[in-house]
């Protein structure tokens, strides 16, 4: 084992000033173990072959100046996007475009605000799902981007505190999984390359980065590590990241934090094992910004692109570009290696883009103003560089329908659906807006006004921002209701005498806030510090229920909050969650109170009545001294929903529940087993390692093209500064070989063998994993007077001990007419049944007995039946 341990420390090092071994103080940290060489292209994966034909015809005709080009971004602020690589001009491509976010443009204008990932995963409705992607994709494309840095699927969720949780979907695999799919179809259907982010491991803001932790007070040398086993890493973080690969995701992005003391971005065993050889993923991956630190390691672990390319922010200098021309002329870096990450990037790009003649980028991130330095870090280039392009099309409606239909009816105790009320009082700032304007806080770092979208880069600009007040209001008046609102929660005595009065039917609007790492709000570094409404929002709610007896209370936040002290007071007649609804957000939720839109949203999250319920929790406080913080995934598979059935502690509100306005009784449970087969695994090996094109080894051919060459301030560019490699890299440590510090296997280019557990051509694992082995059906009857949509919920329970009691393995959304009985048909494939095995390095199917539920939440599974 001492042996791998060192080669794992030489993966993990700095390319030029290797940092490992670290001073383990009392622990033994855990440790990746190296895998190598780095995976290349498969010309037959199910889905690429059409692509891989494109960008081998493309890439072979690359010099290798551009391909590194291609693979290396040109520093922060260089260009208008978020990040941008070197453009091809001789072969016609302009540099590509990697930006924000996962719910619309940020930064930009005339775009849509789109509802969040985790409100959308609330409306347990696929097809929502894809047209969330596909509409976000298009005005990705209308504003000339090429990548959309989304979805989400690292933070899964394990902490309900964890800032960024919103962005992406719920800490149930299957749900983030369907998510994943549907948003990455969607939005590469309208031709742009989506990215599935942070991989892997990426479950907290506090200490993701040093320089952020530092700023913070906290002095550490090294992020975070996630320490991960390996069956918890299968059942359950890679789980949806699968579903990604399989829906043919493009791109991946590569996290800040380590898993096992190993960087993302540097980390052999994440990307070059699991994600490449295992799942088979044939696109690129590219770093977080300033989350790579090292070179030619980092290329042999299976990086294939720097963002945005310098090594910190405006450095001018860069671990590739320069640097990754000298490691291919000097065999650190193999030559299949850069055109591989070539060819990866290419093959993205023509699954989703077809050709290399590409719209213009109509806007930069940095000003909203209309003419400015299109190099913005350098201040140079003064042209138009905003267009103002009008993206938004219809996407309003769509937005309005998906926050409407991901609003989840917590309790309803018959005040709701509201109908003409005599008189409505709206109460608290969170029915309100912004005074300062609804974008008036950078990257959305503030909590004033109504909240509809968390902070930091997973934003956009609202184009407008209707308030729960205005458009409530629009609707007492229509219906010639009495209507009062008060948009503070610290007037008391006037909030007293208004909801204290005969008739009134009071709404309490309340939130909790939490965003990225980079922004402290209120001592909030991006995750929240506590799990309780802000604002003094509990208050407010209890002061508004001890006047009122017709008390509805309506959250938004970025995911569980407590609501212990109050939920169960007979005058808070309903409570809805609304999440982050985006633009729309007051139309979105008067269409649920008042029962135009019947609510459908399932709770994507567990509502547990203490923090201490849910088992994992943030790492507030450093715990390693001076080196990497260490969180060890202790818990294992047993997060949110898992984790409190566990415990067998009693929940406030379960994963999955959601009330609608009509009711539903489940009947007759079938199964159906299907002739699947026998699994097979993979055998066999892959192609020796291909190479596209030659490259000359005369350095004079890699040098600045001219002395006239316009070189941007801080711009990274490929090239050399002198014939002396040495001087031209700037490195203090060059000269070392490929025998010196690189691990073995790590430019092997002979044939590799494949894993049993991979699929041959077939993204996503072994396609054997995907047969479905039963189908359960029950029937679903509306019992009441109303038409509604119900969420039948398939659960699993794969019954051994070390299993979790039951699992989500699938779902659907009926709408069903009073009087009426639909059929659900849901479907448990292989991988549905099938447990990690950590030393056979497989998916099997125990012996243990396998029942099958159906009902309509984690808590709630009226129907069973055995599995055999
Ligand atoms: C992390 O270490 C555990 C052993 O504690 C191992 O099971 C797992 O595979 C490792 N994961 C990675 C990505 O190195
Ligand atoms: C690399 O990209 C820059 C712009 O980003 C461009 O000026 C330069 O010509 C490109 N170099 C090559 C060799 O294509
Ligand atoms: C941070 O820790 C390092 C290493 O222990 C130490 O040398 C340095 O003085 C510390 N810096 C601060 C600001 O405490
Ligand atoms: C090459 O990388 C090293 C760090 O490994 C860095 O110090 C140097 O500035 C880089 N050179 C260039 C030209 O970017
Ligand atoms: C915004 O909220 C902060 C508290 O978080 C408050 O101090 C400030 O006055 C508010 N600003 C406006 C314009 O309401
Ligand atoms: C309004 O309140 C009064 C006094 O409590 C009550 O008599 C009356 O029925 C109420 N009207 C409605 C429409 O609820
Ligand atoms: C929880 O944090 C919020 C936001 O910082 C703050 O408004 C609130 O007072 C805190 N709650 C408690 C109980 O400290
Ligand atoms: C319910 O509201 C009424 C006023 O309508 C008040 O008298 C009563 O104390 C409240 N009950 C609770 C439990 O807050
Ligand atoms: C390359 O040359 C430029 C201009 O002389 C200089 O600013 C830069 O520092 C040089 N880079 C290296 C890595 O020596
Ligand atoms: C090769 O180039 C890389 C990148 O500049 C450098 O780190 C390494 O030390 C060089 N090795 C040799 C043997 O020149
Ligand atoms: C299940 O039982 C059979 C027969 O006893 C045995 O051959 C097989 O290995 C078992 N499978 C697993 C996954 O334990």
Known sequence: MKFSIVVAALASGALATPKYPQKLSKRTLE???????????????????????????????????????????????????????????????????????????????????????????????????YRRGYAIGQEARGKGINVILGPVAGPLGRMPAAGRNWEGFSPDPVLTGVGMAETIKGTQDAGVIACAKHFIGNEQEHFRQVGEARGYGFNISETLSSNIDDRTMHELYLWPFADAVRAGVGSFMCSYQQVNNSYGCQNSKLMNGLLKDELGFQGFVMSDWQAQHTGAAAAASGLDMSMPGDTEFNTGVSFWGTNLTLAVLNGTVPAYRIDDMAMRIMAAFFKVQKSVELDPINFSFWTLDTYGPIHWAAGEGYQQINYHVDVRADHANLIREIAAKGTVLLKNTGSLPLNKPKFLAVIGEDAGPNPNGPNSCADRGCDNGTLAMGWGSGTANYPYLITPDAALQARAIKDGSRYESILTNYAASQTKALVSQDNVTAIVFVNADSGEGYINFDGNMGDRKNLTLWRDGDALVKNVSSWCSNTIVVIHSTGPVLIGEWYDSPNITAILWAGLPGQESGNSITDVLYGKVNPSGRSPFTWGATREGYGADVLYTPNNGNGAPQQDFTEGVFIDYRYFDKANTSVIYEFGHGLSYTTFKYSNIQVQKSNAGVYQPTIGQTTPAPTFGNYSADLNDYLFPSEEFPYVYQYIYPYLNTTDPRNASGDPHFGQTAEEFMPPHAIDDSP?????????????????????????????????????????????????????????????????????????????????????????????????????????????????????
């Open 752 to 868: 590799q063998p494949l894993l049993r557990s991979s699929g041959k051509n077939a993204p996503g694992g072994n396609p054997a994993l995907y047969d479905v082995l039963y189908t359960v059906t029950a029937d679903i009857t509306n019992t009441g007077s109303i038409v509604g949509d119900e969420v039948p919920q398939l659960y699993v329970s794969l019954g051994g001990p070390d299993d979790p009691k039951v699992v989500l393995r699938d779902f659907g959304k009926l709408r069903i007419e009073p009087g009426q009985t639909a059929q659900f048909k849901g479907v448990l494939t292989r991988r549905d049944l099938s447990n990690w095995d950590v030393v056979l390095q497989d998916w099997v199917v125990s012996n243990y007995t396998k029942m099958a539920y159906v009902g309509k939440s984690s808590r709630d599974l009226g129907l069973s039946i055995v599995l055999s």
């Open 31 to 129: 440790y990746s173990p190296p895998v190598y060489p780095s995976p290349w292209m498969n010309p037959e994966a199910d889905g690429w072959e059409a692509a891989y034909t494109q960008a081998r015809e493309f890439v072979s005709q690359m010099t290798l100046l551009e391909k590194v080009n291609l693979t290396t971004g040109t520093g922060w602020a260089s260009e208008q996007c978020v990040g941008q690589v070197g453009a091809i001009p001789r072969l016609g491509l302009r540099s590509l475009c990697m930006h924000d976010s996962p719910l619309g443009i940020r930064g930009s204008d005339y775009n849509s605000a789109f509802p969040s990932g985790q409100t959308t995963a609330a409306t347990f409705d696929r097809g929502l799902m």
